[in-house]
């Protein structure tokens, strides 16, 4: 399965974004999905996921309740909504796939999109 990820822009702390992750080549609905994100000199980390029928979710501590995590299986989609954005927010997003379990480690993860890049400013 091909990901790309788009949505990313620059945001003033509090502002909202929503990230998009499109998938083709294959039944996305056949795969986990996570979020994963890169700040500037730091590793890459876990945001979120979503299983396969979007009837389970789980976040990283430092975005729960603030972002959510949702999955159209119609269109092949899946989405990041990103609210009360602060400025550790700031990274490089990516949208990742697996066919296994939703995992916070990159390592379970086959099928990785180009990032999109979120900037949030004081």
């Known amino acids: 399965v091909q990901l790309q990820a788009s949505g990313g822009g620059s945001v003033q702390a509090g502002g909202s974004l929503r990230l998009s992750c499109a998938a083709s080549?294959?039944?996305?609905?056949?795969?986990?999905v996570g979020w994963f994100r890169q700040a500037p000199g730091k590793e890459r980390e876990f945001v979120g996921a979503?299983?396969?029928?979007?009837?389970?979710?789980e976040y990283a501590v430092s975005v729960k309740g603030r972002f959510t995590i949702s999955r159209d299986k119609t269109n092949n989609m899946v989405y990041l909504q990103m609210n009360s954005l602060r400025p550790e927010d700031t990274a490089v997003y990516y949208c990742?796939?697996?066919?296994?379990?939703?995992?916070?480690?990159?390592?379970?993860?086959?099928?990785w999109g180009q990032g999109t890049l979120v900037t949030v400013s004081s």
């Open positions: 080549g294959r039944r996305f609905s056949a795969f986990i």
């Open positions: 990742a796939a697996n066919q296994e379990f939703i995992s916070t480690r990159l390592t379970e993860y086959d099928y």
């Open positions: 979503i299983n396969r029928s979007g009837g389970q979710t």
